[in-house]
């Protein structure tokens, strides 16, 4: 069927020019008498592929590579060997240090004699590096802005905090979360590079790591992108978190209230993937696609859904999908082919007031922290959003605002600032102290009725 849609996307361009070389090809084998051997080549490529994807993920989710967890060294020989991959598919470096996107991020280690107390614990600097490459856009009429397309590759090691197994020391290979997605990405690189002629918009790709431990390296990716890239020039970010096990061909798409347009772009793509998609959601979600979102850019996460293994130790390769895993792949490439195509933009569309938050408190600011932290490890609560008609926003606060204070309490940490929201009645009003570009500012924030 024909859509508006591929006519708008100059889509139908790269399908008849690709239906134009198969066909004669299919014709110079058939002249040799040979099409079935040229159906079997097909078919042999696409089992390469899939064969690929689950050496991949069988090679991340190694116990060679002690569950990637942070600070230890399967987590930086997985960066490495990302290192590598990207290399070899032919992306352009575009890290701080070649492909490498070394950052420090403050990290809470709880208290041994006080595992259960979040208060208890300290902050400590921990190192680890996002692997970043590029490809550009080889189409004569380039169009402005990027589009990212992103998978964590770090995950919980042998098992302590965030593991769903209390007690339980052991590898959790996270084969599901993220070596499915972390695979993923390497296939669409694969593809985009062989298809960069298609392409409007360049296209970067961003393993990030310490996921697990709060989106610590998308946020420092999106507070100071490499290369020389600004947030706001990102048109849209694709996320692959666990997408290693369709199951009957369905497919969650999350994000896809991001962007008003989400849906009739996505819509018929899914459906000649023959995936069943739903799609909906707004753009905060438990993985890195909240840090995009949070600053204001369009966005999707591809899930093929919780299992029982969900962050246990028993999340192992043999029970990923590989060939679904391709699949989903080969969808989130054609996305990325049509919103890099795309000459109009995007209409972000805000979040709604997340419920959990209405439920905790009387009161909200309107803001999204970021778990990261200031960079240089000063205390305070950073701000990687704010929405404009919220409390915050109109009262001045900018993403990137540190808050130090509100009223008479000093804000330290997260917690510093959940107590102080937690006494807050509605309709009150509050000095809120920040510090923006080293300097203190003071703004009145009025609480809504
Ligand atoms: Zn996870």
């Not at 680890?128 to 402005?144: C, H, S």
């Not at 990405?185 to 996921?211: I, K, N």
């Not at 933009?345 to 009387?362: C, D, G, H, I, N």
Request: charged share 25%.
């Amino acid at each position: 069927m024909r859509t508006r849609f591929q006519e708008s996307f100059g889509m139908d361009h790269r399908r008849e020019a690709a239906g134009r070389l198969a066909s004669s090809v299919v014709a110079l084998l058939a002249l040799a008498g040979a099409t079935e051997a040229f159906a079997q080549a097909s078919t042999g490529a696409l089992s390469s592929t899939v064969q690929q994807y689950q050496a991949d993920v069988a090679w991340l989710a190694d116990d060679a590579r002690e569950g990637r967890g942070m600070q230890s060294e399967g987590l930086v020989e997985s960066g490495e060997w990302l290192i590598d991959q990207f290399r070899a598919i032919g992306l352009e470096p575009a890290g701080e240090d070649g492909y490498r996107d070394p950052f420090v991020a403050q990290v809470m280690f709880p208290d041994p004699d006080q595992p259960d107390n979040p208060h208890a614990g300290e902050r400590r600097p921990v190192e680890a590096f996002n692997v970043v490459g590029r490809i550009e856009a080889g189409a004569k009429q380039r169009l402005e802005g990027v589009i990212v397309v992103g998978a964590h590759y770090d995950h919980l090691g042998m098992g302590g905090e965030g593991s769903l197994e209390a007690g339980v020391v052991a590898i959790h290979n996270g084969a599901d979360d993220n070596a499915s997605g972390t695979a993923a990405l390497l296939t669409v690189a694969r593809d985009l590079v062989s298809r960069s002629d298609e392409l409007r918009r360049d296209v970067w790709f961003v393993a990030f790591s310490l996921e697990e431990k709060g989106l610590l390296g998308s946020s420092t990716f999106v507070r100071e992108p490499t290369g020389g890239l600004e947030v706001e020039e990102v048109y849209a970010m694709l996320n692959m978190d666990m997408v290693g096990r369709l199951t009957d061909d369905k497919l969650q798409v999350l994000g896809g209230g991001s962007a008003e347009e989400w849906d009739d772009i996505v819509a018929p793509l899914c459906e000649e993937a023959r995936l069943e998609c739903k799609i909906g959601g707004d753009g905060f979600g438990s993985s890195d696609q909240s840090s995009f979102f949070a600053a204001g850019v369009p966005v999707l996460h591809f899930f093929t859904g919780t299992h029982s293994e969900y962050h246990k130790s028993s999340d192992d390769a043999d029970l990923i999908n590989a060939e679904g895993g391709v699949r989903v792949a080969t969808l989130v490439s054609d996305v990325a082919v049509a919103t890099a195509n795309r000459a109009e933009p995007l209409t972000y569309v805000e979040a709604k007031e997340r419920q959990s938050q209405r439920m905790a408190f009387k009161v909200t600011l309107g803001i999204v922290p970021d778990y990261a932290g200031p960079s240089d490890g000063s205390p305070g609560l950073l701000l990687s959003g704010v929405r404009p008609e919220g409390p915050g926003g109109q009262a001045g606060l900018e993403r990137g605002d540190i808050i130090v204070g509100m009223g008479d309490a000093e804000i330290a940490t997260i917690e510093d600032y959940m107590k102080v929201l937690s006494t807050t009645e509605p309709g009150s009003t509050m000095p809120v102290t920040v510090v923006r570009n080293g300097e203190r500012v003071v703004l009145e924030v009025s609480f809504e009725e």
